[in-house]
């Protein structure tokens, strides 16, 4: 099923709404393709080879974050390899990166993992894995990991 705005992007805009977190969108100059399942097949290429495709956008300054909120669709079992080159683009340390996925069943996979070894002087909180097809009903699920109360 090829969407209009994936369920990643949904779940970064309830997030945003609930922190009052900028947003950031990753993403690459050579862009995947329109049809889900000929992405699945340019992802699973990427992670064999290892690949850091490169990014269309970056940060100019990344000082004033405390707390980066990494949203990412879980892609065999870790993050899409774009995530990996934002994450070596930078310097997270004494930052607190706090990751969230969507996914169809494989949950947070080795992300965490992943993650902690690539920003080894950051911290790594808990993340929160989001099936995709009840992104729509997550604001609860979203708020009680972020430990915001109902006002």
Known sequence: MNLTVGNTEVAAHIVQHLTGAALFKIETVQQYPADYHETTEVSKKE???????????????????????????????????????????????????????????????RSESDIRKICPTATVSRGLAIVGGSVQGAEEPIRKWLGIQRR
């Open 47 to 109: 992670l064999r080879q290892n690949f850091r495709p490169e990014l269309s956008a970056h940060l100019v300054d990344l000082s004033e974050y405390e707390v980066i909120y990494l949203g990412y669709p879980n892609w065999w079992g870790t993050m899409p390899m774009a995530v990996f080159s934002f994450l070596e683009e930078y310097e997270f340390a004494g930052k607190t990166i706090v990751p969230f996925c969507t996914h169809e069943g494989s949950g947070m996979g």
